[in-house]
């Protein structure tokens, strides 16, 4: 049973991205924040203001063809992967992913529910979800663990 913590709603990509941001202040080392959502809705919107929010200034896109993309630039380390393309888990494997799962950085993980079975308990899971009827650039944005 997941338990709600907080839901925000954004009617622009800036509002997501300092909803990203604001998180960012309060990440803390070993913590996986799970970014679901269709595509186009705004995970890496969201992964550049949480970036930001680390104190990254380097460019950050999604890294669709290699998973995991690591920016050293921050307060912390950010481990930013993207797994929508994964064929099966052992490519995570392949990519060391524990080495960041427990390490002393923060991860993001966009399509995190593509490998749910491998995401720890304590994880915090960030949904981002469109609603029409609310507009092209409305978001609904839930944050709970
Ligand atoms: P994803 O990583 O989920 O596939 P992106 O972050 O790459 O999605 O793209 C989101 C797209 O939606 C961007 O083109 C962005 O400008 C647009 N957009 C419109 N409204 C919002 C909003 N409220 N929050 C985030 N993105 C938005
Ligand atoms: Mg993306």
Redesign the pocket.
């Known amino acids: 049973m997941r338990n709600t913590m907080d839901i925000r709603d954004?009617?622009?990509?800036e509002?997501?991205y300092e909803v990203g941001k604001e998180l960012a202040k309060q990440a803390r080392p070993g913590q996986i924040y799970c970014l679901d959502?269709d595509?186009?809705?705004?995970?890496?919107?969201f992964t550049q203001g949480f970036a930001m929010g680390l104190g990254i200034t380097e460019p950050v896109n999604?890294p669709t063809f290699t998973i995991l993309q690591e920016y050293e630039e921050g307060r912390m380390p950010l481990y930013h992967f993207d797994v929508y393309r994964i064929g099966d888990v052992e490519e995570m494997e392949e990519i060391g992913y524990e080495d960041c799962f427990f390490g002393e950085g923060v991860c993001l993980i966009?399509w995190a529910s593509l490998i749910e079975e491998m995401i720890p308990e304590n994880a915090v899971w960030v949904t981002?979800e469109k609603d029409p009827q609310k507009g092209?650039?409305?978001?609904r944005i839930t944050i709970h663990s």
């Open positions: 954004t009617y622009g990509p509002e997501t959502g595509l186009g809705v705004g995970k890496t919107v999604s966009e981002i092209m650039d409305y978001r």
